[in-house]
């Protein structure tokens, strides 16, 4: 008498290891994507667990094993295993961020709110690093450059910059000068203080540069022109 036994389990080939970027992304079980055959018989693909995440350093970067077997018809059962990776290494992507701009020195614009996406789910903060000052020409001819940078869940970052061109070119405005009079000899006026603003500077600096004299028909009969001069802090001037 001749006794047939199968004990031969089933030969199994799981789907190969694969790393996706986001924790959404991970691929749901396919058991068409598993290989199985048997030496007597048919199989039966299954997917038996997948595996709690572990090696968890954020929301987007861990591991998960999943496992698939194959079963003969006499029960016999072979198992694989599949290891999928989340690793996000993208960094976020900075939107609104303000253009470059040149403005007067009256006309600095506030800081920008940009916002930022991510390829992943997860929160994503945009902090802003504060401004630099540079290429300083005068007080009011100046470059800023601001800069924001964004992290997403797992801590990959962007930054972003915008460059803020400053200049005075403004002359400053006199606001008060004597005004033209004609007086007696005897009458002639001191000299006045005459007053300016300027768009940038509160202190503008008023220089009197003297007078000059046109004679007329005799000697007490003539003709006095003053002159002041103003200048902003960036040498503009009036």
């Known amino acids: ?9 089933p030969m199994i080939t799981c789907p190969n290891p694969v790393t996706v970027s986001c924790f959404n992304n ?34 987007n970067r861990f591991k998960v094993t999943r496992t698939y077997r194959a079963t003969d018809v006499v029960g016999n059962s072979a198992d694989c295993t599949q290891v999928i990776t989340v690793y996000d290494a993208t960094a976020p ?12 020195c009256n006309a600095v614009p506030a800081v920008g709110n940009p916002s930022a996406v991510d390829n992943c789910l997860g929160d994503v903060s945009v902090e802003y690093n504060g401004q630099t000052v540079s290429l300083i020409i005068c007080d009011d001819t100046y470059t800023l450059t601001r800069k924001w940078t964004a992290t997403d869940a797992c801590g ?10 400053v200049r005075d070119t403004q002359k400053p405005v006199f606001t008060s000068v004597p005004a033209n009079v004609t007086v007696q000899c005897d009458a002639v006026p001191v000299v006045g203080s005459p007053a300016a603003t300027d768009n940038c500077d509160t202190q503008v600096m008023i220089t009197y540069n003297g ?6 028909a005799c000697p007490d009969t003539y003709t006095l022109t003053r002159r002041w001069t103003a ?8």
Do not use: M, W
Not at 231 to 238: G, L
């Open 1 to 9: 008498k001749v006794i047939l036994k199968d004990v031969t389990p």
């Open 93 to 104: 992507t900075l939107l609104f961020v303000p253009a470059n701009v040149t403005v007067q």
């Open 156 to 165: 990959n970052t962007k930054t972003a910059t915008q460059r803020i061109t």
């Open 231 to 238: 200048v902003d802090n960036c040498s503009n001037t009036r």
């Open 26 to 59: 991970v691929p749901t079980p396919n058991i068409n994507l598993v290989t199985a055959s048997d030496n007597c018989s048919a199989v039966v693909k299954e997917h038996v667990f997948t595996t709690l995440p572990y090696d968890v350093t954020c929301i």
């Open 211 to 216: 007078e000059t004299r046109t004679n007329g």
